[in-house]
């Protein structure tokens, strides 16, 4: 069964620190890896996205990683500033299909704290 | 900042009504999608368009039914409202990528209708 699975599903850090949150995830054939952030009451917002071919992407203070052998990535935040409160959501694209079937994780909910 | 729309933000309204959820882009994709979100849950799939005149179910089963008449509008239809569509409703698109797959692209979020059924 094709599955994302996110951890923590929450975390509470102070700002200035550095944080990592975990994906796991099932879903084969792979095609992509994305890590979104979705703040409180809005949509989802593209952080990154990965290919097969690619381990790691920054955008900023965020760095992905991804490992197609084990299926599992990461997103390191560095620096952490309260802006960055939100739900992580990693989705995984498989190649079933034209439209790319999406699989959605469920989420980590990070806390920053001043 | 993506510019694909949602109206309204919020919607409270009575059992049995009829309701329409608005989602325009003016990015000129060709994709369009429509999610449900509860809350700490993973967004599911219920409608997606490959472009105008184009619909089809998702993975999540929906009583609501979509229309893609123009590229930039993808509206959401729910007849007759009942409790169980109290949700979060998620209006997304994606380009193509120029090469008809577009499965690297991203996908740009509205701001989603909260809808509660009384």
């Known amino acids: 069964k094709n599955q994302v699975e996110q951890s923590p599903q929450s975390l509470i850090i102070l700002e200035g620190k550095n944080c990592t949150l975990q994906c796991n995830y099932t879903v084969s054939p792979f095609s992509n890896l994305r890590w979104y952030k979705q703040d409180t009451g809005r949509g989802p917002v593209s952080l990154t996205i990965m290919t097969f071919s690619e381990n790691t992407k920054s955008n900023g203070r965020y760095t992905a990683t991804l490992d197609a052998d084990t299926k599992q990535s990461s997103l390191h935040i560095t620096a952490s500033q309260l802006s960055d409160s939100a739900s992580y959501i990693c989705v995984v694209s498989d190649r079933g299909s034209t439209l790319g079937r999406l699989y959605f994780g469920r989420g980590t909910q990070l806390t920053v704290w001043p | 900042e993506a510019d694909i729309y949602q109206t309204p933000r919020y919607l409270v309204i009575g059992t049995g ?64 409202a009942r409790p169980s569509h109290t949700s979060q409703y998620l209006c997304a698109s994606s380009d193509d990528g120029g090469d008809g797959g577009g499965d690297n692209q991203p996908q740009h979020f509205g701001d989603g209708t909260r809808l509660s059924i009384l």
């Not at chain 2, 999540?60 to 893609?68: N, Q, W």
């Open chain 2, 17 to 80: 009504k009829k309701i329409t959820l608005e989602c325009s882009q003016t990015m000129g994709h060709d994709k369009m999608y429509w999610y449900q979100q509860d809350p700490g849950m993973e967004l599911h799939l219920i409608h997606y368009s490959y472009g105008v005149n184009s619909t089809e179910k998702g993975d999540l089963s929906s009583e609501s039914t979509v229309s893609r008449i123009r590229t930039e509008h993808f509206p959401l239809t729910l007849e007759s």
